[in-house]
C-alpha cells in the first residue's frame, strides 16, 4: 500500500482554505472508488481534482471520457499539464454554476468525487435535479452527512434523509479516518454509492409535499400536531395516535398518508 502523506512541493500550490481543501492521499481507497462501479467506456466525472490523486487513477481506466470540474485554477493547471490523456478534460469552472445542458451529450454519466464538504448537499441537489444525466456515483462526503442521508428513524432523520433516499438507492461504503487526507480534516469521512431510481412512487403536488416534510421536522421534538399548528387544518380526521408522534417515529409511507388527508388545506 502507498501512502503519501503531504502533496508534492514542486507543485509549489499553497492550499486555499476557502475552498475546504482536503486531499485523499491512501492509494487503497482510490482505488475502491474506481473499482466499486465497472466504467468500461462512461464518461465519468469529478468533482475537484486538486494535484490529481484520484485523476490518474481513473485514467488508468478504459473509460471513454473524464470530465473534472476545478473550481481552483492553479491545481486544474497543475493536473493539465501533468496528465496527458486525450480523454481527459478540465473545466476551471464551480459545479454549482455548471449549464447541464452540456452534460447531455455524453449522459448518462458516472460521478466519482470527493466532494468539498462545504457544499455536499447543494452539490447533491444539483444532482437531484439533473438525475437523468447520472447512471450512478461512488462520493466521499463527511460521516455525519452520510449517516443523515441513509437514516430510517430516529436521531439526524429528517428532511434530507427522507428526499433523498426517495431520488437515490444507497449503499453505505468504506468509513475513511482523516490520517487518509493532507491536510487531515477535523471529522472522519464515508464513501457512498448512489444511483438514480427509476420508477418513483408518485407525490401528488411534489413541491408541497416537501414544505410540509421540513414543517413536520422543524421541531423534531415537538408532535406532529404542533408542528403542523401553523396550516390550520381540520385534523378531526386524523388519529390521535398519528398526531401525537414525532415526525421522527415516521415512516415515508406513513407521511405520505398524511400528506394526502391534508393536502387540499396547505
Known sequence: MSIHKKIPKSSGIALKKRYGQHFLREERI??????????????????????????????????????????????AELVRSTVKDER???????????????????????????LPYQITFPILFLIQRNRELF??????????????????HGRNYGLASLFFQYYFEWKMLDKIPPSAFY?????NSRLLYFKPKKDLVPIPEEEKFWKFIKVSFRQPRRTLRNNLMQYHCDFSSIPDTILSLRAQQMTFDQLLELWEKIRHCV
Not at 135 to 152: D, P, S, Y
Request: proline residues 5%.
Open 88 to 114: 481527459l478534460s478540465i473545466f476551471i469552472e464551480n459545479i454549482l454554476d455548471i449549464d447541464a445542458h452540456k452534460l447531455e451529450e455524453h449522459a448518462p454519466w458516472v460521478l466519482l468525487a470527493n
Open 30 to 75: 482510490v482505488q475502491r472508488i474506481v473499482d466499486y462501479i465497472d466504467i468500461t467506456d462512461a464518461s465519468v466525472m469529478e468533482i475537484g481534482c486538486g494535484d490529481g490523486f484520484l485523476t490518474r487513477k481513473i485514467v488508468e481506466m478504459p473509460i471513454a471520457r473524464l470530465w473534472v470540474f476545478e473550481i481552483d485554477e492553479s491545481w
Open 135 to 152: 447512471r450512478e456515483g461512488v462520493i466521499m462526503v463527511q460521516e455525519e452527512v452520510a449517516q443523515k442521508i441513509l437514516k430510517k
Open 183 to 187: 491536510p487531515p480534516p477535523k471529522v
